[in-house]
């Protein structure tokens, strides 16, 4: 089983839509847990952590759930610049200190 | 806003050669890491390292590879004799503290092209 699993997509949505991805990480002893963002061919960059409570920031809101080990990604009013593939990232915090990946979900938003 | 750096941007290689990527880090930060994204691919930790020596490392950081910070600011990845599966983008991330909600900021990556 992947460590963190995603489905690929791509989504294609129009402007102002409303689009959500989901993932699943097999660790149940994973600490903490991030969306990125990554445009083609560039580094991946934070878009927000996740927090047990979930939290919003914005158009974008982040759900976790650690007794399924799911993590959910809310996008809100979509815009064409919101176009990127999205990685789900855990942390296990068992003092490697280093980021996993999902493969990550692709977004292309459509005028 | 301060940033990661990383030269050289693309880097073409013979297999058989050796190649050193480098990073300057963000200049408070203490940790440091290596990941790589083979096209198409997810992104794969390579290596972690603090406090001048490797804190972690995966199963594809074998001999072949290697870290250090020579000078105190430059954070190098060495390849010893690259091979066609090399080929990939390298990105150097770091970060400020041990905390695990403390954002890892990446640098904008090395893309090795081993022919």
């Known amino acids: 089983r992947k460590e963190v699993e995603q489905d690929p997509g791509p989504f294609n949505v129009p402007e102002g839509a409303t689009v959500a991805f989901n993932c699943t990480y097999s660790?149940?002893?994973?600490?903490?847990f991030f969306w990125y963002r990554q445009d083609c061919r560039k580094e991946p960059k934070l878009l927000m952590s996740v927090y047990s409570s979930g939290n919003e920031d914005g158009r974008f809101t982040a759900q976790l759930n650690r007794a399924s080990q799911y993590i959910s990604l809310l996008i809100r009013d979509s815009k064409l610049s919101d176009s990127a593939t999205y990685l789900c990232?855990?942390?296990?915090?068992?003092?490697?200190?280093?980021?996993?990946f999902g493969s990550g979900t692709r977004l292309q938003v459509q005028p | 806003e301060p940033e990661v750096t990383q030269t050289p941007s693309h880097q073409v290689t013979q297999m058989g050669q050796e190649v050193i990527l480098r990073c300057v880090p963000i200049s408070n930060h203490l940790y440091f890491y290596w990941y790589r994204q083979i096209l198409g691919q997810k992104v794969e930790f390579l290596v972690s390292f603090y406090n001048n020596e490797i804190s972690e490392k995966s199963e594809i950081f074998d001999d072949q590879f290697s870290v250090e910070r020579p000078d105190g600011s430059n954070f190098t990845l060495k390849i010893r004799s690259t091979k066609l599966e090399d080929s990939a983008m390298y990105f150097c991330?770091?970060?400020?503290?041990?905390?695990?909600?403390?954002?890892?900021?990446f640098g904008p990556g090395t893309r090795l092209t081993v022919l």
């Open positions: 990232v855990v942390n296990t915090d068992t003092g490697r200190r280093a980021l996993t």
């Open positions: 660790n149940s002893a994973s600490q903490s």
């Open positions: 991330a770091t970060k400020t503290t041990v905390v695990s909600y403390n954002e890892q900021f």
